[in-house]
């Protein structure tokens, strides 16, 4: 009989890859938290606009993620077969791919700041003060994109805690930043909301820095990549990564303009929709951390085991990490919800928008629950198992055939209420039920993408 995988390994497994991940999880969460908060002193119309510069944002990283998605799942089962110099080859061509498409997309929100935040709302003033935000953050979608990149490898070889460390270095620069630019302290300008776009910029290059200079000190100690052959395109390594890091960019790319769409029909509701919205989901995903950092765990966990060839623990780590997700989820859930009124009062918004982010925030701690089984299967599970295909199918369709044309009717034609227009956004989470659970149990993602 094949050795169960005991509570004691799940357990140190979970302490030394999940936990760093999901604290580096955390870390970036308050960074855009603290910005939300600092901004939120400034009125609703600067929450409206930083919000419509962090959906930007988050459409940015949302694709850049899947350039590295799709790296990770050959990085880590070459990592399990001990192939180092595969791993250097697949990591640098991740990087050549990400630093051309983050300069694109930072030159393109540079000439056209404007007509972009004209996407996600209709109102002058919140418009004027979005541009101001973008054409201050936009350089810094490149070194996010190289630091996404980076994190991914560092993580992948086991090396979790560093770049938790350059996270927590990064938020306070960024803090102090923000308390010196947005308000105008210690002598500094008062710059309003693009002191805190000036803050966000300063710190990612900051992180990255530090990260960089750490990935140097790695390959001198365990990795051995010579610079020449980091950097080498090779035909075979192209094809592999296109095969399977393509489905996780097209997966990332089209969920990512999905939820800007639905966004985007949000903001013709008002600027007090739009505000509440982001004030709750900013503090809302503080109940995803652990599902994101078990998710990324679990690719890397699973994408190891199948490289060497363990493809029962694959499936068991699968299972039980999947588990540990939605009961950790629901902690955090309740935790948020016993909080929520102190949360709440840094932000300076009035009585009508409190009480749509009170709604807003009990719909989405319901639909968390659902959300907290299917990332990790997504993400962490099919992905990790080298079946990006099948997280493709699972996370497209219920949106694009399900949630957005809900949102469209809702606002459009049926007028639903604001308070409880996000039950329809988030609509795309039951199901995808229907895929999730059944393709789990399946077993007919792990695949050995190395071969």
């Given at each position: 009989m094949k050795g169960q995988i005991t509570l004691r390994e799940l357990w140190n497994k979970i302490r030394l890859v999940a936990l760093p991940i999901a604290l580096q999880n955390l870390v970036g969460y308050a960074l855009n938290l603290v910005d939300t908060i600092m901004v939120g002193r400034l009125g609703e119309t600067s929450i409206a606009a930083v919000g419509i510069g962090g959906q930007i944002f988050f459409l940015f990283t949302v694709s850049m993620f899947g350039i590295s998605s799709g790296s990770s799942v050959l990085i880590a089962q070459y990592w399990g077969k001990g192939d180092k110099e595969a791993v250097g080859r697949v990591f640098g061509l991740s990087m050549l791919i990400g630093a051309v498409y983050s300069a694109l997309f930072a030159a393109i929100n540079l000439a056209f700041p404007g007509p972009i935040s004209g996407i996600f709302s209709n109102e002058a003033p919140v418009i004027a003060q979005a541009v101001d935000y973008l054409v201050w953050v936009a350089p810094s979608f490149i070194f996010s994109a190289l630091t996404t990149l980076t994190v991914g490898v560092v993580r992948t070889?086991?090396?979790?805690?560093?770049?938790?460390?350059?996270?927590?270095?990064?938020?306070?620069?960024?803090?102090?930043?923000?308390?010196?630019?947005?308000?105008?302290?210690?002598?500094?300008?008062?710059?309003?909301?693009?002191?805190a776009a000036i803050a966000t910029l300063i710190s990612r290059v900051v992180e990255f820095?530090?990260?960089?200079?750490?990935?140097?000190?790695?390959?001198?100690?365990?990795?051995?990549?010579?610079?020449?052959?980091?950097?080498?395109?090779?035909?075979?390594?192209?094809?592999?990564?296109?095969?399977y890091s393509l489905p996780v960019v097209l997966n990332e790319s089209l969920w990512s303009a999905g939820v800007s769409v639905q966004v985007a029909i949000l903001g013709q509701m008002g600027s007090q929709v739009l505000a509440a919205y982001n004030v709750v989901t900013n503090i809302e995903r503080l109940s995803s951390i652990f599902a994101f950092g078990l998710s990324n765990a679990a690719a890397i966990i699973i994408g190891c085991e199948i490289g060497a060839g363990r493809r029962h623990h694959a499936y068991e780590y699968a299972v039980k990490l999947t588990g540990a997700s939605i009961a950790i989820g629901l902690v955090f859930t309740g935790l948020l919800l016993g909080t929520y009124d102190i949360i709440m009062l840094p932000f300076n918004i009035t009585e009508e928008t409190q009480t749509l982010c009170r709604m807003f925030f009990y719909s989405l701690c319901f639909v968390s629950v659902f959300r907290n089984f299917n990332t990790p299967v997504a993400v962490g599970v099919f992905r990790g198992g080298g079946d990006p295909n099948r997280a493709?199918?699972?996370?497209?369709?219920?949106?694009?055939?399900?949630?957005?044309?809900?949102?469209?009717?809702?606002?459009?034609?049926?007028?639903?209420?604001?308070?409880f227009i996000l039950l329809v956004f988030y609509s795309d989470e039951l199901f995808k039920l229907l895929i999730s659970v059944p393709g789990l149990l399946s077993k007919k993602w792990i695949r050995d993408v190395t071969i």
């Open positions: 070889v086991g090396k979790t805690v560093p770049p938790l460390i350059f996270s927590v270095v990064s938020i306070g620069v960024n803090t102090f930043l923000n308390w010196c630019l947005i308000f105008g302290n210690l002598g500094m300008p008062e710059l309003g909301v693009a002191g820095s530090c990260l960089l200079t750490y990935l140097v000190w790695l390959n001198r100690k365990m990795l051995g990549w010579k610079l020449r052959q980091l950097f080498r395109i090779q035909r075979e390594m192209v094809f592999k990564f296109i095969k493709l199918v699972m996370d497209l369709l219920p949106m694009w055939l399900g949630s957005v044309p809900l949102m469209a009717l809702a606002v459009f034609v049926f007028h639903v209420p604001p308070v």
